[in-house]
């Protein structure tokens, strides 16, 4: 992660998106012993669903509907973990 980009956060200029940058901000958090979802309480109410989850087969536009309900961790998850949240959701 470039220091302009936590730079621009602490501003409050940019707000951290991408589930890159979440990661970031919980990797923080271990580091220095923070409770967990510190970051998250104190950022503003999110007007955008976070953004980068691997959903490669899904359309854009679905793609978007369901970043609002998809752990930030998704990615990380394993595959099997994955398409049980994705068979979840479409039910």
Do not use: C
């Amino acid at each position: 992660m470039h220091h302009s980009t936590l730079v621009s956060w602490v501003r409050g200029s940019k707000a951290p998106r991408s589930v890159t940058s979440l990661e970031v901000l919980r990797r923080i958090e271990r580091r220095y012993r923070l409770p967990e979802g510190y970051f998250a309480e104190k950022a503003a109410n999110p007007v955008r669903a976070a953004t980068g989850f691997d959903l490669d087969d899904v359309p854009a536009s679905e793609r978007r509907r369901l970043a609002w309900h998809l752990p930030d961790d998704f990615n990380s998850r394993p595959r099997h973990e994955q398409a049980e949240i994705l068979g979840i959701m479409v039910l």
